[in-house]
């Protein structure tokens, strides 16, 4: 039986804080340092002279396929074989998907994969599969999410990522709250739809033995594409295998199985050969998903001291069909106080790509929204806006009185941060601080995001050397996994960290928690730690220990007078425990969330309106940090992804034909180091128990919310001019730009 973790943890040995807890060099940063990590696209060691597959998608965004015509392809020089989408019966969808991955005539989206052909290189496959012509049987779409949000209904949906609800959720009555409200707000912003942009593209290499098949692939969460993949290609879960040691990005793109995956399978087969497959950058736009655009609508009312009697939040997205709306609406069910509060999403049917998981779904659109609306609502109260939300703080879940929330430290982050940041010299009438041809401005936002657990498990070895080493199917998207599990490994067993050795991404280990939502750092420790206790045991008892007595520490066990090598339990041969642990309703019973405060400081030039980050600083409470050194390097990572929704992220939509435009790194721009030459994190010391035996919390994502609307906030504070579509760019800035002194 798992783990059960059904009451708040005690002292246990992670408390000891000698590995736990401590900055530590990622273990697996001399691989990515040096070029030797096994990416998915460069795993040339396991499956020998790999074939080149190269993915076809859609010309166009709905319709149907009459025909299509792959004779001069197979005359290609190098050509192997094609599978097309007429060749193939519909496949089933992953359970995570919304969109079909291939088969079947219907078109749903543009560049929906529609062939995938094979040659011995790669360029042989694109310049075959450029030969392919395709008859199409073209018809009218729905693009435009401002047209289509007209007729949008409220549906419930469900982020999967700890954020979602009911169409629409009230408390109180909103609408004669606001009516009677001495001080209003009615404001709306729209969010673009953005990229993942990750550096690694989606890429497998698949290799068929018998009736078995093996991917080499870069996702996010083996468990959930290890049963996608079974239900997509209709063979047993135990005929199919994923192994993703590395994932050099993801940022929720890489949750589900996608095209890559599902064509390196199918092309593999066919070839009768190992294949590999990339998507290309126009395909990782348009093929596979994106975080949607939203137009949202934020009413608040208060009294003239500052104290919220109503809020509402309102958000429409669009999706396919089968998609969820973006949960943007989230965080203000639980973030201020007030008694009167309505939230409510709705979904407009759009036949774009696939609308799915990006970094804090929900949250960051959300946050950039609420937290500009609460700054809004602080200047038209004279107040200063950090006070204004300490003043509308709360320790209760808003929407549910009687439910507590577990850790709260908003307030402290609000306070350390104004103080560290300078916020006191912050001069709130705006655009009156200049620094040369600067407007400078300084902007701060609360940060808000859930903390979810998920059941995880894991595999401990202890090898007659002493070696302690960890198998779990935990994934590291460059968020230093390795580490972290390597440290909750050396806490328990009482080792120094070189003597431990973490396997990670690979489906014949224990399922875990996987990476996505936040959730992954806390839920897969915590296994690794069910694990550690078992093997604790199997020690101690093959020592002739009692287990409860014994002490795990310096390499030995030492239990009364007693000190034995910790090797010489293994002495006779390698001890093996395996376990999970399983979370009960103790996040039902109290609110389990993080928070943190961002601030900002912008310049902006005065002739151009080109918006520069100066400096930024993250105050973060999110339970017990447990390295915080790649702890860090998440947050100011969310920071800068904030700040290129903030400033420039935004897939252009063509809104007759159904595409992103601008699908490539040259068109889509994101932020670069240079971008930002000062970012600081502050952790509070903080811990958790209601959360899991380590006392930890999330703080992945936390990092992206909030921080956009900081930056936001600091345009406008810089130069009076308040933005409410975003991101900002200069065409929204130049004309409104204030006359220079």
């Given at each position: 039986?798992?783990?059960?973790?059904?009451?708040?943890?005690?002292?246990?040995?992670?408390?000891?804080?000698?590995?736990?807890?401590?900055?530590?060099?990622?273990?697996?940063?001399?691989?990515?340092?040096?070029?030797?990590?096994?990416?998915?696209?460069?795993?040339?060691?396991?499956?020998?002279?790999?074939?080149?597959?190269?993915?076809?998608?859609?010309?166009?965004?709905?319709?149907?396929?009459?025909?299509?015509?792959?004779?001069?392809?197979?005359?290609?020089?190098?050509?192997?074989?094609?599978?097309?989408?007429?060749?193939?019966?519909?496949?089933?969808?992953?359970?995570?998907?919304?969109?079909?991955?291939?088969?079947?005539?219907?078109?749903?989206?543009?560049?929906?994969?529609?062939?995938?052909?094979?040659?011995?290189?790669?360029?042989?496959?694109?310049?075959?599969?450029?030969?392919?012509?395709?008859?199409?049987?073209?018809?009218?779409?729905?693009?435009?999410?401002?047209?289509?949000?007209?007729?949008?209904?409220?549906?419930?949906?469900?982020?999967?990522?700890?954020?979602?609800?009911?169409?629409?959720?009230?408390?109180?009555?909103?609408?004669?709250?606001?009516?009677?409200?001495?001080?209003?707000?009615?404001?709306?912003?729209?969010?673009?739809?953005?990229?993942?942009?990750?550096?690694?593209?989606?890429?497998?290499?698949?290799?068929?033995?018998?009736?078995?098949?093996?991917?080499?692939?870069?996702?996010?969460?083996?468990?959930?594409?290890?049963?996608?993949?079974?239900?997509?290609?209709?063979?047993?879960?135990?005929?199919?295998?994923?192994?993703?040691?590395?994932?050099?990005?993801?940022?929720?793109?890489?949750?589900?199985?996608?095209?890559?995956?599902?064509?390196?399978?199918?092309?593999?087969?066919?070839?009768?050969?190992?294949?590999?497959?990339?998507?290309?950058?126009?395909?990782?736009?348009?093929?596979?998903?994106?975080?949607?655009?939203?137009?949202?609508?934020?009413?608040?009312?208060?009294?003239?001291?500052?104290?919220?009697?109503?809020?509402?939040?309102?958000?429409?997205?669009?999706?396919?069909?089968?998609?969820?709306?973006?949960?943007?609406?989230?965080?203000?069910?639980?973030?201020?106080?007030?008694?009167?509060?309505?939230?409510?999403?709705k979904l407009a049917h759009l036949d774009l790509p696939e609308g799915n998981a990006m970094r804090a779904p929900g949250e960051a659109p959300g946050l950039m929204v609420l937290e500009v609306a609460m700054d809004e609502m602080a200047e038209k109260l004279g107040l200063d806006p950090v006070e204004f939300r300490i003043r509308n703080d709360t320790q209760v879940d808003p929407n549910k009185p009687g439910r507590r929330f577990s850790h709260r430290d908003l307030v402290g982050c609000l306070r350390l941060g104004a103080e560290r940041f300078g916020w006191a010299k912050r001069n709130p009438k705006p655009g009156q601080v200049r620094d040369g041809q600067w407007l400078v401005g300084h902007g701060m936002a609360a940060a808000f995001r859930n903390n979810l657990v998920v059941k995880s498990g894991a595999r401990v070895r202890l090898g007659r050397d002493g070696v302690v080493t960890v198998e779990t199917d935990m994934t590291d998207i460059g968020t230093g996994s390795y580490t972290i599990i390597a440290q909750t490994a050396a806490e328990m067993m009482g080792v120094p960290l070189e003597r431990v050795v973490a396997r990670l991404g690979d489906s014949r280990f224990p399922v875990s928690a996987g990476s996505g939502g936040q959730f992954g750092g806390n839920s897969s420790t915590a296994g690794v730690y069910a694990a550690c206790v078992r093997l604790r045991e199997a020690v101690a008892q093959r020592l002739g220990f009692n287990a409860n007595d014994a002490q795990f520490v310096d390499g030995q066990v030492r239990s009364g007078n007693r000190t034995v090598p910790l090797a010489q339990a293994a002495s006779d041969g390698e001890l093996v425990a395996e376990d999970a642990i399983e979370f009960g309703k103790l996040s039902q019973e109290q609110q389990q969330s993080t928070f943190g405060a961002h601030f900002v400081e912008v310049g902006v030039d005065a002739d151009t309106a080109e918006v520069r980050v100066r400096r930024m600083l993250a105050v973060c409470a999110a339970g017990r940090i447990l390295n915080p050194k790649s702890a860090r390097s998440q947050v100011i990572g969310g920071m800068t992804m904030g700040t290129g929704a903030a400033l420039m992220e935004e897939l252009a939509v063509d809104t007759k034909r159904g595409f992103f435009v601008n699908h490539d790194l040259a068109g889509y721009e994101v932020p670069v180091h240079a971008d930002i030459p000062h970012q600081e994190v502050i952790f509070l010391d903080e811990a958790d128990p209601m959360s899991s035996p380590m006392k930890a919390k999330g703080v992945g994502e936390l990092g992206i919310c909030g921080v956009g609307a900081a930056v936001a906030n600091a345009v406008y504070n810089a130069t009076g001019i308040r933005v409410r579509d975003y991101p900002i760019t200069l065409d929204k800035l130049l004309d409104r730009m204030p006359e220079a002194a």
């Open positions: 039986m798992p783990m059960k973790f059904d009451t708040p943890a005690g002292q246990n040995p992670i408390d000891q804080l000698k590995v736990v807890g401590r900055p530590t060099d990622r273990i697996d940063g001399k691989y990515k340092t040096t070029g030797t990590a096994p990416y998915a696209y460069e795993r040339h060691d396991v499956a020998p002279n790999p074939a080149y597959g190269y993915v076809l998608g859609a010309g166009i965004a709905k319709g149907r396929v009459r025909a299509i015509h792959v004779e001069e392809a197979r005359r290609a020089p190098g050509f192997l074989t094609v599978v097309t989408t007429l060749d193939t019966p519909r496949l089933e969808r992953g359970k995570m998907n919304a969109a079909y991955l291939f088969g079947g005539d219907e078109i749903q989206h543009y560049h929906q994969a529609i062939a995938v052909v094979v040659a011995e290189t790669f360029e042989q496959a694109r310049a075959a599969a450029y030969l392919i012509k395709v008859d199409y049987a073209p018809e009218a779409g729905r693009f435009d999410l401002a047209a289509e949000a007209k007729v949008a209904q409220p549906v419930p949906g469900d982020s999967g990522e700890g954020s979602g609800g009911d169409g629409v959720e009230r408390v109180g009555d909103f609408e004669a709250a606001f009516a009677q409200a001495p001080i209003t707000l009615d404001q709306t912003y729209t969010t673009a739809d953005e990229s993942h942009a990750m550096m690694e593209p989606h890429a497998t290499i698949a290799a068929w033995e018998g009736d078995r098949v093996t991917l080499w692939t870069s996702n996010q969460m083996i468990a959930w594409g290890h049963g996608s993949m079974a239900k997509i290609l209709g063979i047993p879960k135990e005929n199919v295998r994923l192994d993703s040691p590395y994932v050099g990005g993801g940022f929720g793109g890489k949750l589900f199985v996608r095209a890559d995956a599902v064509l390196a399978a199918l092309a593999a087969r066919a070839a009768g050969r190992p294949v590999k497959v990339a998507l290309t950058r126009p395909l990782i736009a348009n093929n596979t998903t994106h975080r949607p655009a939203t137009i949202q609508r934020v009413r608040i009312g208060a009294t003239p001291d500052g104290r919220i009697t109503a809020i509402a939040h309102e958000s429409t997205s669009g999706n396919l069909p089968d998609g969820d709306p973006e949960t943007a609406v989230n965080q203000t069910k639980l973030l201020y106080a007030g008694a009167n509060r309505l939230t409510a999403m």
